[in-house]
């Protein structure tokens, strides 16, 4: 039972997520860019202009409209594909392990009050252990496919910041050996021409093994484990607070203790904002190990690990440089969230009625 239990929760989990990521994630795919890109503190400004964005950056209404505007409609879909497979293979994973540990918590739980401690049931810190082990392993699993996923959704990001500082750099040899203006406009004007390069799953993947092998796809992995806190942190408030909400509706309603797909949606919102804001910082970092290392062109915006990232951005961009595009993940991640375990609740739900129905199937037909 424990084990269609544990698979219940992770195919659940795996639909849930694809479904919650389909409807946010143009969201998500800003959001990464607002994380890569490089801003500069204004006393360090003169490092590098290329990589500077302006005094007030654009907001999330208006970049998506910008990226509509410049790549279409498909710009705010980059890496989809990969990111859904990533998705299912993220929430199966973690449900499913998230069920089989939490099944044995709950089994301890049990023994320990037949032997006289506690009261049977799983504490929050017993909560936040069994998150941690189904997060680790999910993250050890997937992390190359959200390497794949961030170097999509920032591609043209950095193809434009490239492109950039190829200009940059014409019109300051201009000016160094007074170039004719026309030959300078001939230049720049075959620099425009150029058309972007096709770039799907399998460049992004050559990409990455050409720049550091098979390491490369465990870019970001360091802050991606440590963020396992925030998943933690999500179902330990997530659990807690259900089970308050089932015990307070068993007192009010004589016995009943079911919730409602609406409640549900609510508490996961709340458990997600929790864990968002104090877990963003980490995020950053983690897209910007996984970004293309070319974003920003100066070597004091590439970073060769997880430290030395967090020492650059709070040497050059300052600690507002940890929460670029937090209010944006917050809207998609506690929409997300919130979807995720109404749909996964739902489905669980249903797979335990069919699951039951068919018993009875079954002992119909025996008897």
Request: glycine share 10%; charged share 20%.
């Amino acid at each position: 039972m424990s084990e269609s239990n544990a698979i219940a929760n992770g195919l659940a989990g795996a639909g849930g997520g694809i479904i919650a990521q389909i409807i946010t994630y143009p969201l998500q795919a800003v959001n990464t860019r607002q994380q890569t890109e490089r801003t500069l503190k204004r006393n360090k400004q003169n490092f590098n202009t290329s990589a500077t964005a302006p005094a007030s950056a654009p907001g999330t209404l208006f970049q998506i409209f910008q990226v509509i505007g410049n790549e279409g409609l498909g710009g705010l879909y980059s890496g989809l594909k990969p990111s859904l497979l990533g998705t299912a293979a993220s929430q199966g994973i973690y449900y499913y392990f998230y069920q089989v540990f939490k099944n044995k918590a709950v089994a301890i739980a049990a023994a320990r009050k037949v032997k006289g401690h506690g009261d049977g049931t799983v504490g929050m810190f017993g909560w936040l252990v069994v998150a941690a082990i189904a997060g680790s392993l999910n993250v050890l699993c997937t992390n190359p496919i959200w390497v794949l996923v961030t170097r999509m959704q920032t591609h043209t990001q950095a193809e434009r910041k490239i492109m950039e500082q190829k200009k940059e750099a014409l019109r300051r040899d201009a000016s160094e050996s007074s170039l004719a203006g026309s030959t300078l406009e001939d230049q720049l004007a075959e620099l425009n021409s150029i058309k972007p390069r096709p770039y799907g799953t399998i460049h992004a993947a050559n990409e990455v093994y050409n720049e550091a092998g098979i390491v490369g796809f465990w870019k970001g992995v360091f802050p991606a484990l440590i963020m396992v806190c925030n998943p933690s942190i999500q179902f330990m408030i997530y659990e807690s607070s259900l089970k308050r909400l089932r015990e307070k509706r068993a007192a009010k309603k004589q016995g009943s203790s079911s919730v409602t797909a609406l409640e549900v949606f609510l508490v996961g919102a709340i458990a997600k904002l929790g864990a968002t804001v104090t877990t963003y910082p980490l995020l950053v970092v983690k897209s910007r190990l996984q970004a293309k290392q070319e974003i920003g062109g100066s070597n004091t915006l590439r970073y060769t690990g997880t430290f030395d990232a967090i020492l650059k951005i709070i040497r050059y961009e300052g600690f507002p440089g940890f929460y670029k595009g937090m209010s944006t993940k917050i809207v998609q991640s506690v929409f997300a969230a919130s979807v995720l375990f109404m749909i996964k609740e739902e489905l669980v739900k249903a797979f335990m009625v069919l699951t039951d129905k068919s018993k009875k199937v079954v002992l119909n037909l025996g008897s």
